[in-house]
């Protein structure tokens, strides 16, 4: 008899009581009923009451046009109270507290003035997904904790590797971004070169002694998380090699090749060349092909950081930007960047899937021997990570929504207006332009304003730091702050394809009618320390 059965028979001879009658009995004497989401009639019925009311309180905020309440640092750490007692407190007024302390203090990523960095509003369907994903609470650390999961990760990294031009296969896995993903095309790069050049196993025998000879080249202008992750992985920033860039931002191949040369006549062993297609700051794209040549000539390992300019991947018009890519040994791919996922959603792929034996460990409890042998897929031997979200669902769930050809537009949309505003800008006598857009990216400043007074270049770059201070603080507008060529300037990077080119204008007064306020503000200052000195 199947259990349905048994348990449909004693309920007949009164010898089990239903559900609901347990859990009436239980409330009482299982606190916990109330607060766990499970089966339990009135666990179902919490479960709907707050997604209400959370999703209302995300409506009445989605409502309020402000980009920022405008609360500095000291006045928001005053208004937050954690309230955190003894006692319990209802359910709906922890909801209020969080819209009000929470919520109504938080950015709006989707703001049209809110374009400080690569950090894009979300799509509808991927918060939907979030919903599913959280609820389930699935772990994609095992396949018994994960079963559909694992498998829809699976293919969709399959689908995944076959839109980057790799053979057909699921070597790679989700990650929390671009960082980690970096981390592990490092990390695979570093043990790949080690067991070759000096026959050793990282992962059970350690580095080797001379282990400081390893080098990795990337450019000047590749994500930070070169560094960090080296010194993670024990070399030290003293083994990133960053070389210098084009007049557009891009990898120098000609250094490029002195510098491998260089190295390898110091003796130093060359562990992967990172190559970025889409640099933090200015977008650029460095040349895949080129590099990819170079690496297979040199048998380097090359990994392509494509966190931002992989969303190109979707784009029938600037795919082609990313030709070469399908030669790197490892790819970084980032989803809470252009492809509009809430953090975190990243992936790494991976050429050859033997080299995920580098990293390969057994845990008796994920992915034993025997589930191994019998080819239950256990992700945890991928991942750097052990218990892990099922982000993959709202990509998917994104993909099939949007549909590939109308996300492709939505990339495109932000390169469009980027040159759109680039040329605006370079129109206008009070901005500078200061590299013609890549991606998204605009980097601009406010020129020395000389025909009401002259600032020292260490004032110029305060002005262009304070106008980005004080529309964030008034609430107008998030712009990013960062430094090119020894200049402090500001950056607009447009992912967010609801803007318009009439935002980005209103949005470029706003700089300029910041700055003069500022500029008066320092006209006012020295004119009274010029009376001040001839009195
Ligand atoms: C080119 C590039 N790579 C890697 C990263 C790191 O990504 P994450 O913030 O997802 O760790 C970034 C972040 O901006 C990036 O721009």
Not at 192 to 216: E, F, K, M
Request: aromatic share 6%; charged share 15%; net charge negative.
């Amino acid at each position: 008899m199947n259990s349905q059965l048994i348990k449909n028979s004693l309920l007949e001879n009164g010898t089990l009581t239903t559900s609901s009658e347990i859990q009436k009995d239980q409330l009482h004497s299982n606190p916990a009923l109330n607060y766990v989401l499970c089966d339990s009639d009135s666990s179902r019925q919490q479960y709907q009451q707050q997604m209400t009311l959370a999703a209302q309180g995300v409506e009445r905020w989605l409502s309020d046009p402000a980009l920022y309440s405008g609360l500095d640092v000291a006045s928001l750490a005053r208004a937050i109270n954690l309230n955190i007692a003894d006692e319990p407190q209802p359910a709906e007024q922890v909801i209020e507290q969080a819209l009000r302390q929470y919520l109504d203090h938080s950015l709006k990523v989707h703001h049209p003035h809110c374009v400080a960095h690569l950090h894009c509003p979300t799509l509808i369907i991927s918060q939907t997904a979030e919903l599913l994903m959280n609820a389930s609470n699935q772990s994609m650390d095992s396949w018994d904790q994960s079963p559909a999961a694992t498998v829809i990760e699976m293919k969709l990294i399959a689908w995944l590797r076959e839109l980057v031009g790799y053979s057909t296969g699921d070597a790679g896995v989700f990650t929390s971004g671009g960082t980690q993903s970096n981390l592990m095309g490092l990390l695979l790069a570093r043990d790949a070169v080690v067991q070759r050049v000096w026959g050793i196993d990282v992962r059970t025998q350690g580095l080797p002694p001379d282990a400081q000879r390893l080098r990795v080249i990337c450019s000047s202008q590749a994500h930070f998380s070169v560094q960090k992750n080296m010194a993670l992985l024990g070399l030290g920033y003293q083994s990133v090699v960053a070389i210098a860039c084009n007049a557009q931002g891009q990898m120098d191949t000609q250094v490029l090749q002195q510098t491998i040369a260089q190295l390898q006549q110091d003796g130093c062993v060359i562990a992967a060349i990172v190559a970025t297609a889409g640099t933090t700051d200015i977008g650029a794209i460095d040349p895949l092909q080129p590099i990819a040549d170079i690496a297979k000539q040199q048998a380097i390992w090359l990994h392509v950081d494509a966190a931002w300019g992989g969303a190109l991947l979707l784009s029938n018009q600037y795919r082609h930007w990313l030709n070469g890519m399908a030669q790197a040994d490892s790819i970084t791919l980032d989803f809470h960047k252009h492809f509009f996922q809430p953090i975190s959603c990243g992936a790494f792929l991976l050429k050859d899937p033997a080299h995920f034996g580098l990293m390969h460990y057994q845990a008796d409890y994920l992915n034993s021997a025997f589930d191994e042998m019998q080819g239950v897929p256990n992700l945890v031997a991928r991942s750097l990570q052990t218990t892990r979200r099922f982000d993959a669902l709202k990509l998917w769930m994104s993909l099939q929504h949007l549909g590939t050809a109308q996300f492709g537009a939505l990339v495109e949309r932000g390169i469009e207006l980027a040159q759109q505003v680039a040329a605006k800008i370079a129109d206008d006598a009070q901005l500078q332009l200061m590299i013609e857009p890549q991606l998204s990216s605009v980097l601009f400043r406010l020129n020395n304003p000389t025909d009401v007074l002259s600032l020292t270049p260490a004032n110029l770059d305060l002005l262009n730091q304070q106008v980005a201070d004080h529309l964030l603080y008034s609430g107008q507008a998030n712009v990013g702050v960062t430094r090119f060529q020894g200049q402090t300037c500001l950056k607009l990077t447009i992912l967010n394809p609801v803007i318009t080119l009439p935002d980005l204008e209103k949005l470029l007064v706003l700089v300029k009618q910041q700055a003069a306020v500022l500029i008066q503000k320092i006209k006012t200052l020295e004119t009274v320390s010029q009376r001040e000195s001839l009195s």
